[in-house]
């Protein structure tokens, strides 16, 4: 009964309860008809969500929390086909209010609907992200049009539009405050540019389009995540050579755990196949993982990506042509902070020409070195990572693996409590176990208090470790945000990596890489946790601008605060030499060449992906193409290959946006160079209020540009960006570095 009843819609449902809920004895009026409906609808509605532990209110310690320790997939369906129909309710009853449209009965209570779904959205995420399995993603794939078409249902009410443009033209007459104008505007432009102003045929057929994209969008994810299954690689005792020790018995634990006990697992991930590249003296074996990890997505058969990607591509353009824009780029930048694609790419082609200069001068150092070894090889891409950490030893006498043995997870962790307490006064204390819920037994909880008075702010959950059905990379989410219109609410906050975890008893080390991805990733939750924002919608964010806090959080993984408190040796206990500091120092700027092209390449690919004209596209082709025409160097690819490129084919988030990470590295540069030059450095206390004040605490509750302009006193520079990669300023006279490869017997 309670499937057939939640697989109704809500009105449905009431219905049904109401009609077996009451014998008939005698004719009853209207007004009793109604009450007899809502009580009835109301019991049903209890029933439902007491049956469904997805949709029960959290509960327990810190305001409740998500119940990680009853997720059920077969409750995942009926729990949001539920919360949908319950929201869809809310929705028509906000656009049936028969009094004026005004910022309390409208927009608030837009604010103030959809709890039940946040609330199942929470589980969602954790089976899409950290958990997938196969039964999930029967699920996820029946699951994406209905979600399209219940998001299309709200977007395209035209009632409850009128009342949110009424509220939108009227805002400048009105008594709002500056935040509620804010949300006005946000909630208003989410409707204009997703079809709301559509009419007829038009308005229909720009949902058919979000529904079928939907259903592309997480069969892309899904393909991406079967072939980093499907493609794990199992070594022998007798293939390791040159591989870390820490790294073989990270390898040796993975194996066993996958069922080949004495062998030695390489998955399919970032974090796995970029140390194998890096140290394996086995060329054929690097060529083998390399070509695994970046081809993923362009195997051929069922998981290959690419008539996905040239479907959405086409839908994509189709629907922002129905609102008149010449391509979707164009539609996607109108609410960014750069604005339009023409920006975008003014910034990227300035940095393009150094960063592939560097590149050059990189792989001519590398072949050198292979020359004098008698490697009798031309670089080739899957050489890339292995050659440059012999340049790194011969040029600035570095070795990578020698600053892991100082790199410990668990002290990095600690370092970042550290930073987040000098610069937000924030306070992290672990969690009895057992007392939250979790999803995994590898999950950690911290709660988070303001240090000087105790306040409660809220928890953050840890996830470090890869593992079977996770996406690979590093992210931030958030279960629950700080709101304050209808109470304090307290922030949910959450970090997931990929770690390789260490075999029993030994420590998890990370590159110096992976190590400033901890410090980014945890950026985004302080952004979370320092939310001081009345309204939910003021918690989102503008793509080019969220990840500037991020990646201004790196910085602090290399002050001296940390370095001499943190960075200790994981045997030992003894603090990392002076002297490696120096050399890690000095060696900041080595491989930019690399990193900047990479990632540009991504970057570039997409823009040109979302500014061509789709029809006929055929994605490797046109991969090829426009990194031919670009100059792209030979020895090495793009950062995420079209095929598996989940930030702009698994969903929008991303898409004709990835170049945001250069446009807030640009933000991130010039914000440092206001901490190195204030007279406390990194740790100032006048330029960190500054920082948590405007760049932090606002969210989305101030425009990007503005909030910067009050940190900053100016807008940024891109100067600060091309003097910490070592490229050459326009206009500024620069000196050659002078270092030489001393390449020894």
């Not at 810190?62 to 995942?76: I, N, Q, R, T």
């Amino acid at each position: 009964m309670r499937q057939s009843l939640i697989a109704l819609s809500v009105a449905a449902a009431i219905a049904a309860a109401a009609g077996c809920s009451k014998e008939a004895t005698e004719a009853p009026t209207a007004e009793q008809n109604a009450q007899a409906q809502a009580t009835a609808g109301a019991d049903a509605k209890s029933s439902i969500v007491a049956s469904n532990p997805l949709l029960a209110e959290w509960t327990g310690p810190y305001g409740g929390v998500p119940a990680f320790d009853k997720m059920k997939v077969e409750d995942l369906k009926p729990a949001i086909e539920f919360a949908m129909a319950e929201n869809l309710r809310e929705i028509d009853a906000i656009a049936a209010n028969p009094e004026p449209a005004t910022f309390e009965n409208t927009i608030a209570e837009l604010e103030r609907s959809g709890e039940e779904l946040d609330r199942v959205f929470a589980y969602y995420g954790i089976w899409a992200s950290n958990m997938s399995t196969p039964e999930f993603r029967k699920v996820q794939g029946e699951l994406a049009p209905k979600l399209a078409d219940f998001q299309s249902k709200i977007i395209q009410n035209d009632a409850l539009f009128q009342r949110v443009k009424a509220v939108y033209d009227a805002r400048e007459k009105s008594d709002l405050d500056g935040e509620q104008k804010r949300v006005v505007e946000l909630v208003y432009n989410q409707f204009a540019n997703n079809g709301a102003t559509l009419e007829g045929k038009a308005k229909e057929r720009y949902a058919e389009i979000n529904k079928r994209l939907a259903e592309l969008h997480t069969k892309f994810a899904n393909n991406v995540l079967a072939d980093e299954e499907d493609y794990t690689l199992f070594l022998r005792s007798d293939q390791l050579a040159g591989l870390p020790e820490s790294f073989v018995k990270a390898a040796a634990a993975l194996a066993e755990e996958k069922g080949e006990k004495g062998n030695y697992a390489i998955t399919n991930t970032r974090s796995s196949m970029d140390p194998f590249l890096t140290y394996s003296e086995n060329r054929e074996l690097r060529e083998k993982v390399w070509r695994n990890y970046y081809n993923r997505g362009d195997n051929g058969g069922e998981h290959d990506n690419n008539a996905i990607i040239a479907e959405i591509l086409k839908l994509r353009d189709e629907r922002v042509e129905l609102l008149g824009f010449e391509n979707y780029a164009q539609w996607r930048l109108q609410d960014r902070m750069a604005k339009n694609p023409e920006r975008a790419m003014e910034l990227m082609e300035a940095v393009w020409p150094a960063a592939v200069a560097r590149v050059e001068e990189e792989v001519a150092d590398m072949q050198a070195l292979a020359d004098e070894e008698g490697a009798d090889i031309t670089i080739k891409p899957w050489d890339y990572r292995y050659y440059a950490e012999k340049v790194r030893k011969a040029k600035y006498d570095l070795n990578s693996d020698e600053v892991k043995q100082y790199l410990q997870l668990d002290k990095l962790r600690e370092a970042m409590f550290y930073v987040a307490g000098e610069l937000f006064n924030f306070e992290f204390s672990p969690v009895e176990e057992g007392s939250v819920p979790v999803f995994h037994e590898d999950v950690k909880v911290w709660e988070v208090t303001d240090k000087t008075s105790g306040e409660h702010i809220g928890l953050w959950y840890l996830d470090p470790f890869a593992r079977a059905g996770k996406r690979s990379g590093a992210w931030a989410t958030m279960y629950r945000d700080h709101t304050t219109f209808d109470g304090k609410t307290n922030v949910l906050s959450s970090n997931n990596s990929n770690f390789i975890k260490g075999a029993p008893g030994e420590p998890v080390l990370v590159s110096w890489d992976d190590a400033s991805t901890f410090f980014h990733e945890f950026g985004h939750a302080l952004h979370f946790l320092a939310s001081n924002v009345t309204y939910p919608t003021l918690n989102g964010g503008v793509r080019d601008y969220t990840e500037f806090q991020s990646q201004l959080l790196e910085r602090w993984l290399s002050t001296d605060a940390v370095i001499d408190n943190y960075l200790v040796h994981h045997k030992t206990g003894e603090p990392i030499p002076a002297e490696l500091v120096a050399k890690i120092k000095k060696a900041s700027k080595f491989n930019q060449g690399f990193a900047t092209t990479e990632y540009l390449a991504s970057a570039l690919v997409d823009m040109k992906l979302h500014t061509a004209d789709p029809e006929g596209i055929d994605p490797d082709k046109f991969e090829r193409e426009t990194l031919e025409k670009l100059g792209m160097p030979d020895e090495l690819v793009m950062r995420h290959r079209t095929p598996h490129f989940g930030h702009i084919f698994s969903g929008e988030g991303y898409s004709a946006g990835y170049y945001g990470y250069m446009w807030a590295d640009v933000l991130t540069s010039d914000a440092a160079e206001a901490f190195a030059e204030a007279e406390g450095g990194f740790y100032d206390p006048v330029v960190a209020d500054k920082l948590v004040k405007h760049l932090f605490a606002p969210r989305n509750a101030v425009d990007p540009a503005e909030a910067y302009r009050a940190f900053r006193g100016r807008d940024a520079e891109i100067g600060a960006l091309m003097r910490d990669r070592g490229f050459p300023v326009p206009g500024e006279k620069t000196e050659k570095e002078n270092t030489t490869i001393a390449v020894k017997d």
